[in-house]
Nanobody, 114 residues
């Protein structure tokens, strides 16, 4: 299993970013995929989750209405569109799949600052 995140960076408050995760080594279309984040000094938290076919999605209360998770099962990718970013969104963002155990990517840093 390999998960490779990209798209992080520095953005001003109110700005937008789109994160992507390229997955390989498993049957991507059969698995629920998630995005987590971990801010300095805090525990890793679930941000968004999408079912295997993309028909069901759920979000942490803190990002509802601002973040959108999507997937492309033809390209084995899962994305996180983030808008109206605030400094509280600053964290390392991780792609996740659960296949008996948790698999994680290396993470991508998102920094929201003026």
């Amino acid at each position: 299993v390999q998960l490779v995140e990209s798209g992080g960076g520095l953005v001003q408050p109110g700005g937008s970013l789109r994160l992507s995760c390229a997955a390989s080594g498993f049957t991507f279309s059969s698995y629920t995929m998630s995005w987590y984040r971990q801010a300095p000094g805090k525990e890793r938290e679930l941000v968004a989750i999408i079912s295997s076919a993309g028909g069901w999605r759920n979000y942490a209360d803190s990002v509802k209405g601002r973040f959108t998770i999507s997937r492309d099962n033809t390209k084995n990718t899962v994305s996180l569109q983030m808008k109206s970013l605030t400094p509280e969104d600053t964290a390392v963002y991780y792609c996740n799949v659960k296949r008996g155990v948790d698999y994680w990517g290396q993470g991508t840093q998102v920094t929201v600052s003026s």
